[in-house]
């Protein structure tokens, strides 16, 4: 399930960030560790820096914090399971790695602006293929 991650290039005023290379390695790997315990340190050894430098130059390289991104990716893949799985609540935020189904639930209303039973009740069902693919793309921001 994992997608390539593009990330646009800096603009001609670009100061400082992540070398291309150490913030592709991490992205890649928050992508397919998102359901896991992901720490400051961990990401930062990746890139092959200090946690702070790390913290700081991964904001101006996305425009977002580690934790941020993590959390934004975090939703955006709830979304694509809500509405593509039969899973339950619960069951999706011990998937991506959120503490308990309340905290999941509080992340993803301040995000998206409605609970994630809401967001698959909307949405489903479908009446077909075609429509699951559209919702998925709508859903993944494509």
């Given at each position: 399930m994992s997608q390539p991650v593009i990330v646009s290039p800096p603009g001609p005023g670009?100061?400082?960030g992540l070398a291309g290379e150490a913030?592709?390695?991490?992205?890649r790997y928050v992508d397919e560790h998102l359901g896991e315990h992901l720490t400051l340190d961990e990401l930062a050894r990746l890139?092959?820096?200090s946690r702070?430098?790390?913290?700081?130059?991964?904001?101006?390289?996305?425009?977002e914090s580690p934790m941020?991104?993590?959390?934004?990716?975090r939703i955006d893949r709830a979304k694509i399971i809500l509405l593509t799985e039969d899973?339950?609540?619960?069951e999706v935020a011990c998937r991506l790695g959120f503490a308990d189904q309340s905290h999941f639930t509080r992340?993803?209303?301040?995000m998206v602006g409605t609970s994630p039973g809401s967001f698959a009740g909307k949405c489903l069902?479908?009446?077909?293929?075609?429509?699951?693919?559209v919702a998925v793309a709508a859903a993944s921001g494509a």
């Open positions: 670009f100061r400082g913030l592709q390695r991490v992205l890139a092959g820096v702070f430098h790390f913290a700081r130059q991964f904001r101006v390289s996305t425009g941020e991104y993590l959390r934004r990716k899973a339950i609540v619960a992340t993803f209303r301040r069902p479908f009446p077909d293929r075609e429509a699951d693919s």
